[in-house]
């Protein structure tokens, strides 16, 4: 008769970083998005601050897709839990576009960043807008390997939502304010909502659109960037 | 990761997970602990333990130099009231090691 004696478990390290995949990930979308001179903006909002609406406006003011007749050429990535609607109006304005349906995710990675580039295969010297998961929270924490990221409110959100957002508003280049048409309507104190903007991030740059009225400040923010995407 | 990284040293049973857990890397431990019992299940570490170290964030005013503690979003200096702040610690999320035969 004998006993057995267990083996003892050892210790081995590791060390290594969990996130570490999405960035390698970025990276990699980064690096081949730089390649092509491509400018490619993150954009994240709330869910209803007018994504998908700018986005149209912007691609038929703009571009008219692969038509080539346009000032820009734009390529789109929808991201959503679900549905197909976003993809579906943007198709209509004649832009390519892929859509990424998260499930049950609340933002998008560099994976689906990855796989959705491939699939649209876009051109030298686009515009790749990669319209985020509505949701101000998380998708602040995921690099998708863009050029530049974009927070989008709407003046029916309220004064406050960068500060209880900072994130989002942190770690963003340009804050576009939507709907401004609105404002008759509403209690918003503009200078308020931007002064809370530039409390949370003093560098980041502030523009104002609404569908009644033109985007000049936007459009010339998309001519910069593309301006210097295109230099390097 | 845990359990790739078991097998391929050659090992059949995890018997704790280690992580270091920065204070400004954007995970909850709390969270994380709900899903590790769900995730550990049908694995070889579906009895492991989950050791979480707390590693403490720290935030450097990039105006003034001064570092302040942080957990997430820092907020402005306290000392000259700047909003430009580099996370100079925290931001780790690490699996560290893993005790497993």
């Known amino acids: 008769m004998y006993e057995e004696t267990p083996v003892a478990a050892q210790r081995l390290i590791v060390e290594r970083d969990v996130f570490g995949h999405n960035d390698a990930l970025a990276r990699k979308n980064r690096s081949f998005l730089t390649g092509r001179r491509i400018v490619a903006l993150n954009l994240m909002s709330s869910p209803g601050s007018g994504k998908t609406t700018l986005l149209e406006r912007t691609i038929s003011q703009l571009g008219c897709g692969d038509c080539g007749g346009g000032e820009f050429v734009f390529c789109v990535i929808e991201g959503d839990q679900q549905t197909a609607n976003d993809a579906v109006r943007i198709k209509q304005t004649g832009a390519p576009v892929v859509q990424v349906n998260t499930g049950d995710g609340c933002h998008l990675d560099a994976g689906m960043v990855a796989r959705a580039i491939d699939a649209l295969d876009p051109r030298e010297g686009v515009f790749l807008m990669i319209e985020n998961v509505g949701n101000l929270v998380c998708p602040a924490m995921f690099d998708l390997g863009e050029t530049a990221r974009v927070v989008i409110i709407s003046v029916t959100e309220g004064e406050d939502k960068p500060l209880k957002y900072p994130n989002a508003f942190a770690s963003a280049d340009l804050c576009v304010i939507t709907k401004t048409d609105l404002l008759p309507y509403l209690d918003l104190d503009l200078n308020v909502l931007r002064d809370n903007v530039r409390t949370v991030n003093p560098r980041i740059e502030i523009v104002e659109t609404s569908s009644k009225s033109d985007d000049e400040a936007w459009h010339a923010w998309l001519r910069r960037a593309h301006e210097r995407a295109v230099a390097r | ?101």
Do not use: W
């Open chain 2, 1 to 101: 990761m845990a359990v790739e990284f078991a097998r391929a040293n050659g090992r059949h049973e995890i018997v704790q997970i280690e992580l270091d857990v920065g204070e400004c890397c954007g995970v909850m431990p709390e969270a994380l602990a709900l899903g590790f019992e769900s995730a550990r299940k049908g694995t070889m570490a579906q009895d492991a333990r989950l050791a979480i170290n707390r590693l403490p964030g720290v935030a450097r005013c990039a105006a003034c130099g001064r570092e302040r503690a942080a957990a997430g979003y820092a907020g402005p200096c306290p000392a000259c009231g700047s909003a430009r702040a580099e996370i100079a610690a925290g931001r780790e999320f690490r699996l560290k090691s893993i005790d497993a035969r």
